[in-house]
């Protein structure tokens, strides 16, 4: 079976063929021709429904699953780098009310500031170097890649004016997906683990 190109879902049950085997069971026995449901003109909707017939073998390990496996260190040092990063915005970044108004300006760039950025970005190039040393990692690798780089845009657009929502907007992106990234796997892991014990 191909591999994913890096970057295309953290399950990757891709539009071709989703590989799954019962215990017991050769794996080249039972593929399950995907791309011959009939998606129509919604295809989202369509894989909505389809989705949910795929979980089960994608979260109890009997698929063929294009992610590297929980790492508690990382999840752990992102969310500590998320809790940072929210610490920060909330002193510098400024506040707006209901109808955009803005309410507190924020506080300019200083050393502080500047210290912020690059511990921050220090800790994502920590994370990264674990991450490299992984197989089947390439969706966690480039989000890591992505958030070095937002830390680098917002330092720079705060160095000309205070932070705003919209200057951060691209930063609270990436954040999300690489919690998203380790939660996924966490629960993956987690009905790996159940399945085990209940055999």
Known sequence: MNEPAPGTGIAAAHFGLVRVSEPGQDRRSATFPVKAINLGSRPIAAWRSVLPLLLP???CGCSVLFVSPYDELTDRSANELIARTET???RYAARTDETGKIVTSGKPYDSEAAAFYNE???????MLLRSEQKAKNEE???ILKDLSGQYDRLEASHRLGTITK???AGLHRTLR???HVQLTKKHIGTAKAATATSH
Do not use: D, P, T
Request: net charge negative.
């Open 57 to 59: 073998f994608i979260l």
């Open 88 to 90: 920060f915005l909330g």
């Open 120 to 126: 921050a970005r220090g800790a994502v190039a920590a």
């Open 140 to 142: 966690e690798i480039e």
């Open 166 to 168: 919209n200057s951060a």
């Open 177 to 179: 997906a690489l919690a």
